[in-house]
């Protein structure tokens, strides 16, 4: 099945591709290899939700966050490449949490983007993972994440 398949299936409709808030682009593509600039949680232009994990945010909004910021790439990922058709597999996730002091559940905020990913691409959405907690994100948001993608001809 396709992304564009599974999208529809899971009621999932892809936004515009958010504008770079910084002198950066939002994809480069080097070879097979498509490497995505770290993305936030934005819907309608704005953050889902503020602050620090586990004292502002709760670890359930946090998780929409993620969601909602795997969504955020694939819309970047069509715009970058005019679609979803040449996208091959998800290779690395990278996130950042802004968490609260003594907040130790990186990862599992992080599991709602990789099992969105597994979700809309069977095997191919697994990939390697790095969950990493920090004082502060962008425009105070919660979660930040970057991705590289395999894609094809």
Known sequence: MSI????????????QASQPLGSYVPCVQVGNLLFLSGLLPLREGKILAEG???SEV????AKEAARQTVIN??????????GLDTLRRC????GYVSSAPGFFRQPEVLNAASDLLYELMGE???HTRVAVG??????NSPIE???IFEVGT
């Open 4 to 15: 564009d398949n599974e999208l529809g299936r899971l009621g999932i409709e892809l936004p």
């Open 52 to 54: 620090r994990v586990d």
């Open 58 to 61: 709760s670890v359930e909004a």
């Open 73 to 82: 790439a694939l819309a970047a990922i069509h715009r970058c490449l005019g």
């Open 91 to 94: 290779v690395r996730l990278t």
């Open 124 to 126: 191919h959405g697994r």
């Open 134 to 139: 920090v004082q502060a994100l962008p425009l």
């Open 145 to 147: 994440i970057d991705f």
